[in-house]
């Protein structure tokens, strides 16, 4: 139900697929550690007052148990290289960093023997086809990663300054996180500090491993959003590959309190005259997870719907223009976006690229925006001219209006652009739908969450 898990799912990004990979490593990494992956003790019970020597005695039994080690299944852990080494090969290889803890506890674990074949298989099974399916494309042998590997770090003929797409301050993670998962974020950066804080209410000598063991297991998590928030350019794709680690850290944190809780509560139930509220308290700590659970759900749905209610105008306008203006077209035809170009779905919405091109009118937008690839085959291997590494304008990109059959726009009284919509002398309107105009809507929480009514009543929407 999370909203950030729903959209970073159903993106087709390298950072999705690492995200995929990722979690299928994570969860194998798990299975190998299946008797304590993020083990924590259970529930205390309350003891009646006739059984309060036994109960020490089955308590420290129980403790024992729960940290005896069960045998590592191997199996496990090749399951983890060979997940890791797809969201790294076939996704995004920067985030091969979340991986650094896995790959720590794998060298120290696993036999090296076991380890290196595993390694090499399974680089080998993800990167031969991938160089031969690009030798095909491009002509030439390329190894896709180290490509954009070089090209991020400043290698040759590289750019390596991601600041040029614009910078972000260092809480805008939390800020995203907040929206897209609500209640979950805050819980899952509390789960490290407090497997912490319970494995030393719980007494160390009895729980040792337990709480250093749980907040390793989660560290990749706050790995990579430290590095995300440290680096100046972000972009909500870039913490897809930890969203599903935020919903387990979240997880953890909850059961984490209500032992807690449960532990600080026990000793005072157990004396003559307490409190009931406090025994009840106790006897219903499961209603916190569900009341938890329950408003995170509520905030999900209310994101998501002003998501679809605020901003799905631009693909009902696509979509009108694929199905209704250029279904039936036999005639060439050119549809031109300005400084809503980055809004552009796909070409997926152009019924047939030989008929119909996209091409864009100046904004107040200068940067360096796509091109066509050259004709089929030469296209995938004849570099394209007019391009640069330090997102210059290129001034070939640009038509004059008149050139234009169709016009996507998003009409606001604020924009610099001229207002197409309101030339009728020139254009006709032929479709159109609200979008929220986002200077305009000054509170910012009726616009990050709907509420039937009471956000119609305090956005303001612009025809797109």
Known sequence: SSTGMFISSASFLPSTFAMYGFMLAYAAWFLSYHSYAVSTPSKPKQPSSSSSSSSSSNNETNNNDSNTKKPIDYSWHCYTILAGSFGVLMGWPFAGAILVPLAIDLVLSMPLARLIMWGIGSVSLFLIPSISVDYYFYHKPIIAVLNIMMYNFGGSGGGGDSELFGTEPWWFYLVNGVLNFNLVLPLALLSAPMALFVGWLNGWLTFAATPFRTAFLLSPMYLWFGIMSYLPHKEERFLYPIYPLFCLAAAVTLFLIMFGISRLLLPIIQKKGAPKILRMVFDNLEYLVWATVCLSLVLSLSRSASLY????????????????????????????????????????????????????????????????????????????????????????????????????????????????????????????????????????????????????????????
């Open 309 to 464: 209610v605020n901003y799905h105008a631009p693909l009902d306008v696509w979509q009108h223009l694929s199905d209704v203006e250029l279904k039936d077209a036999n005639q060439t035809s050119t549809i031109c976006v300005g400084k809503e170009w980055y809004r552009f779905p796909s070409h997926y919405f152009v019924p047939s690229s030989s008929l119909h091109q996209v091409a864009f009118l100046r904004s107040d937008f200068h940067g360096l925006l796509p091109k066509y690839y050259a004709p089929w085959p030469q296209g995938t291997y004849i570099p394209p001219t007019t391009m640069n590494n330090m997102n210059k304008e290129e001034m070939d990109r640009y038509v004059q209006p008149s050139q234009c059959d169709y016009i996507v726009d998003f009409d606001f009284p604020a924009q610099g652009e001229p207002h197409y919509a309101l030339d009728t002398a020139m254009w006709e309107t032929v479709f159109s739908r609200p979008f929220l105009d986002a200077g305009a809507s000054h509170n910012k929480l009726l616009r990050a969450f709907y509420i039937p009514y009471f956000s119609n009543r305090a956005n303001s929407y612009q025809p797109y």
